[in-house]
């Protein structure tokens, strides 16, 4: 069965700090990865795309890592701010017919002055 | 428009209702996805449309949900005879399908209370 686990479920940090934020997945065939940030009463808005031969990608202060081999990505944010404050959710895509998606649980990241 | 569009925003309504949604994808985006998300929980995925092909409805929880996409286009999710635990923010996504499961863009989403 194609799952995808995040951790931690949420986390609080300060100002300023950094923090990094871990998916596990059991998909398969794998196609690529997304993270998506979803603000509190909107819809995600996708940050990052991984696909199997990427190891990091960057975006501004958001940097994703996949390791395709032990199945797993992480997304490290750099000197947070406070509208980093939001859920966000790794999305695993599969190469099959139909709906090709599996999200995970999501991490709620709360930012603190 | 630019993005998904979805209405409405807000629906409260009384148990036992029913309710329509609705969901303007963005232009060209052949796929789209239906989502439930309740308060403080993931996204759970409701039914899939891509193209002219049959729509994905294994994740519809029960026989009072349904959804119909017209001409490729809007598509509307409808909920028969609404229980309170149907209350939930229901989010619309669209994508341009290449070749492969692209980028997910979603609407801002309808909150449907049910009393």
């Known amino acids: 069965k194609n799952q995808v686990e995040q951790s931690p479920q949420s986390l609080i940090i300060l100002e300023g700090k950094n923090c990094t934020l871990q998916?596990?997945?059991?998909?398969?065939?794998?196609?690529?990865l997304r993270w998506y940030k979803q603000d509190t009463g909107r819809g995600p808005v996708s940050l990052t795309i991984?696909?199997?031969?990427?190891n990091t990608k960057s975006n501004g202060r958001y940097t994703a890592t996949l390791d395709a081999d032990t199945k797993q990505s992480s997304l490290h944010i750099t000197a947070s701010q406070l509208s980093d404050s939001a859920s966000y959710i790794c999305?695993?895509?599969?190469?099959?017919?139909?709906?090709?998606?599996?999200f995970g649980g999501g991490t709620r990241l709360m930012v603190k002055p | 428009g630019a993005g998904v569009s979805q209405s409405p925003s807000n629906k409260v309504t009384e148990k036992g209702k029913d309710v329509e949604l609705r969901c303007d994808p963005i232009?060209?985006?052949?796929?789209l996805y239906w989502y439930r998300q309740s308060l403080g929980q993931g996204l759970e995925f409701l039914i899939y449309?891509?193209?002219?092909?049959?729509?994905?409805k294994s994740g519809l929880p029960s026989d009072r949900f349904s959804a119909e996409r017209t001409g490729g286009s809007v598509s509307t999710l409808t909920i028969q005879r609404t229980q309170q635990e149907d209350s939930a923010v229901y989010l619309c996504?669209?994508?341009?399908?290449?070749?492969?499961?692209?980028?997910?863009?979603f609407g801002e989403g309808s909150r449907l209370t049910v009393l």
């Open positions: 991984m696909t199997f031969s990427e």
């Open positions: 999305v695993v895509s599969f190469l099959r017919g139909g709906n090709m998606l599996t």
């Open positions: 449309f891509q193209g002219n092909s049959a729509p994905d």
């Open positions: 998916c596990n997945y059991t998909v398969s065939p794998f196609s690529n």
């Open positions: 232009s060209g985006h052949t796929a």
């Open positions: 996504a669209s994508s341009h399908k290449a070749g492969g499961p692209g980028e997910l863009f």
